[in-house]
C-alpha cells in the first residue's frame, strides 16, 4: 500500500522541527498566506456543473448586456472585432 507524502511536514514533539527544502519553504509560505486571506475552499464545497450557464446568468439578470446596448454591423460580438483588427474588415466599419 503506498500514500501519498505531504508537501511539507509539521512539527512532531518527538522528532523536533521539521526541515524544509527551498520548494517546501514556499509551498508552506503560500499555503499559510491563503489560510489568513480565507482563500481556500471548504472541504464540503462542490463546484457547479453548469459553471457557465450560471455565469451568463448573473451576467444577464441586471440589464441590457454589451451588444444589446450597441450592436456592430454584420458580424456582432466582441472577439469577431477584435479578431479582424488588422484586416480591411474593420478599417470599411471602424
Known amino acids: 500500500m503506498t500514500f501519498v507524502a505531504p508537501n511539507y511536514l509539521k ?17 508552506k509560505l503560500a499555503y499559510e498566506q ?14 457547479v456543473e453548469n459553471i ?5 446568468g448573473i451576467a444577464t439578470s441586471h440589464g441590457k ?4 446596448l450597441d450592436p456592430l454591423p454584420t458580424f456582432v460580438g466582441g472577439s469577431e472585432r477584435v479578431w479582424m483588427s488588422g484586416s480591411s474588415y474593420n478599417a470599411q466599419f471602424a
Open 11 to 27: 512539527d512532531d514533539p518527538w522528532f523536533g522541527p521539521a526541515y524544509f527544502s527551498l520548494h517546501q519553504t514556499e509551498y
Open 34 to 47: 491563503a489560510v489568513a486571506e480565507n482563500l481556500l475552499l471548504d472541504a464540503n464545497s462542490t463546484e
Open 52 to 56: 457557465h450557464g450560471v455565469m451568463y
Open 65 to 68: 448586456t454589451t451588444i444589446q
